[in-house]
C-alpha cells in the first residue's frame, strides 16, 4: 500500500484548508471490513498524535478530542482515499500530516492503527 499526501500549506487562523490523501495497492483487510484510514500529526519535538480516522466499509470516522467540530474526514473515492476538511483552523494546528492507513476495530481507542504511513504535507497556521 503506498500513500500519497497533498493540499498542506500556510494559512491564517480561522481559515480552512484540505488535505487529500490517494492511495494504490491493496491489502487482504480491505476486504475484510477493518480497514481504516486517517490522518495523524507531528510537530517538533513532538510524538505524532492522532488527528481522525475513518472505517472503509461503513464510513465511521472518529476525531481527537483537540479536532472535533472543526475537521472533517471523508473517503475519496475515486482516488482510492480519504480526505480531511479542516476548518477552524488554530496556530496549534501547525504539523506535518501525515496520511495512515491501517487495521481499523471500534474496540481501540484510538480506532485505527497506522500499518502504512505517506510522506507527511506540512500545515501551517500563522498570521
Known amino acids: 500500500v503506498q500513500l500519497q499526501a497533498s493540499g498542506g500549506g500556510l494559512v491564517q487562523p480561522g481559515d480552512s484548508l484540505r488535505v487529500s490523501c490517494a492511495v494504490s495497492?491493496?491489502?487482504?483487510?480491505?476486504?475484510?471490513?477493518?480497514?481504516?484510514m486517517g490522518w495523524f500529526r507531528q510537530t517538533p519535538g513532538k510524538e505524532r498524535e492522532f488527528v481522525a480516522s475513518?472505517?472503509?466499509?461503513?464510513?465511521?470516522?472518529y476525531y481527537a478530542d483537540a479536532v472535533k467540530g472543526r475537521f472533517t474526514i471523508s473517503r475519496d473515492n475515486a482516488k482510492n482515499g480519504v480526505n480531511l476538511q479542516m476548518n477552524s483552523l488554530k496556530a496549534e494546528d501547525t504539523a506535518v500530516y501525515y496520511c495512515?492507513?491501517?487495521?481499523?476495530?471500534?474496540?481501540?481507542?484510538?480506532?485505527?492503527?497506522?500499518?502504512?504511513w505517506g510522506q507527511g504535507t506540512q500545515v501551517t497556521v500563522s498570521s
Open positions: 495497492g491493496r491489502t487482504s483487510e480491505t476486504n475484510a471490513g477493518t480497514y481504516g
Open positions: 495512515v492507513a491501517g487495521r481499523w476495530s471500534s474496540r481501540w481507542d484510538p480506532p485505527l492503527r497506522a500499518d502504512y
Open positions: 475513518i472505517n472503509w466499509s461503513g464510513g465511521i470516522t
